[in-house]
T-cell receptor
């Protein structure tokens, strides 16, 4: 059974600091997604990573994928308050369905 | 429409009542997904449609849960004889073509069963 684990589950950080969220998954996967969720809101797609070594960047966020290690990272550079949210990684199992398996989520709190 | 819409946004049901949750996907999107998100957890897959065909319903927790998409656009998730453990946010997502495309999520329906 495919399992997806994120750590840390909660992260409180000061503005201007850097940090990394880790996403480990247990079996082979074709695709890995990162989503953001604000309180009471739905999920917003951030990144789709399709191959080993893939790296994508948007603003202060950068995501990478190591399929051999079954690990993705979401790196936050010089955090700002607007980045406060819950971040989910999700893995798409190989096969003919879009069944996404989500991690538990990492709640990021950026303090001024 | 501009995005995935869901209705109602909030639903309170008494235990034992039937509920129906509606999802309007992005126009032209072939694939539609339902997820259940418990408080403080990540979404959990329920079922997947490609057009009107339900290709995967492995995540439906019991036979009280039923989903349909009769004309390949709007979908309805029905829960019969609701139980307290059904309380959650039900999220609908759609993607343009196949399962490989990015899934775009709706705002969700928060179901509370008393």
């Amino acid at each position: 059974e495919l399992k997806v684990e994120q750590n840390p589950l909660f992260l409180s950080m000061q503005e201007g600091k850097n940090y990394t969220i880790y996403c480990n998954y247990s079996t082979t996967s074709d695709r890995l997604y990162w989503y953001r969720q604000d309180p009471g809101k739905s999920l917003e797609s951030l990144f789709v990573l399709l191959s080993n070594g893939a790296v994508k960047q948007e603003g202060r966020l950068m995501a990478s994928l190591d399929t051999k290690a079954r690990l993705s990272t979401l790196h936050i550079t010089a955090a700002v308050h607007d980045l406060s949210a819950t971040y989910f990684c999700a893995v798409d199992r190989s096969g003919n369905t879009g069944k996404l398996i989500f991690g538990q989520g990492t709640t990021l709190q950026v303090k001024p | 429409g501009a995005g995935v819409s869901q209705s109602p946004r909030y639903k309170v049901a008494k235990r034992g009542q039937d509920v129906a949750l509606r999802c309007d996907p992005i126009s032209g999107h072939v694939s539609l997904f339902w997820y259940q998100q418990a408080l403080g957890q990540g979404p959990e897959f329920l079922t997947y449609f490609q057009n009107e065909a339900q290709l995967d319903k492995s995540g439906l927790p019991s036979d009280r849960f039923f989903a349909e998409r009769p004309e390949g656009s709007v979908s309805t998730l029905k829960i019969q004889r609701t139980q307290q453990e059904d309380s959650a946010v039900y999220l609908c997502a759609s993607s343009l073509t196949t399962y490989t495309d990015t899934q775009y999520f709706g705002p969700g329906t928060r179901l509370t069963v008393l």
